[in-house]
């Protein structure tokens, strides 16, 4: 087990993973998040390098061939990666991560750091998610009808996760995210990595 951390958190478009996991973030200022790489067009008010990186599909699929993404995955029409150099630096460096990814993403991270949590965010009800999708107004209704048909299928996938938050109530999702975060931090092995010195004093071992 290393000392640092990395998170996924998947869901169904529409369950409220990106405002949940922003609000994480300004909770846990010390979470870092690892920002990934996308092909598709930037939305209103979003910022390349901060939201996405954003990236041609020619690009996208360079840093494929040079094994660049600790995951990639297409979902619906566009490609998302995650890089691999960018997570490990953060992890070495002591930093915990969260990644916020597709259930595919968090498949293929799982399969290659083991240590990974995993999180999966599930919606109340379908309607709700359909009025999630709808109200966000930044998609067209055949978008919007391709997600919800995708819903099932994406929805099955939260077996593969090690927890699992239900986004009913947004503060009390949040509050079920901080448990998870927390919990895993306090882990014996984490805090014996992290504080070494202070247990062989207290044990009167030595180091």
């Known amino acids: 087990m290393n000392r640092s951390c ?27 998040v690892s920002v990934s790489h996308a092909t598709r067009a930037k939305r209103p ?10 990236v041609s599909i020619e690009q996208f699929e360079q840093m494929v061939e040079q094994k660049a993404f600790l995951e990639h995955a297409r979902v619906f029409d566009n490609y998302y990666g995650t890089s691999q150099q960018s997570v490990e630096q ?18 293929q991270v799982k399969q290659k750091l083991p240590d990974t949590v995993s999180i999966f965010i599930l919606p109340p ?8 999708l709808t109200g966000r107004a930044t998609d067209d209704d055949a978008i919007i009808e391709r997600r919800m048909a995708e ?13 699992l938050v239900i986004n009913d109530d947004f503060n009390q999702a949040l509050y079920d ?25 207290i044990r009167q071992e030595t180091v």
């Open 6 to 32: 990395l998170f996924t958190v998947s869901a169904p478009s529409g369950a409220g993973k990106t405002s949940l996991v922003k609000a994480l973030l300004d909770k846990m200022p010390a979470l870092a």
């Open 45 to 54: 008010g979003e910022v390349d390098g901060k939201d996405y990186h954003f």
């Open 90 to 107: 953060q992890l070495q460096q002591g930093s915990n991560v969260i990644l916020e990814i597709d259930w595919q993403g968090a498949r």
């Open 125 to 132: 009800s379908r309607e709700t998610l359909q009025q999630r």
């Open 151 to 163: 819903a099932d299928a994406e929805m099955s996938h939260y077996s593969d996760a090690e927890y």
């Open 177 to 201: 995210l901080e448990c998870i975060i927390h919990s895993q931090l306090l882990k014996l092995e984490r805090q014996k990595l992290k504080y070494p010195q202070l247990i062989a004093s």
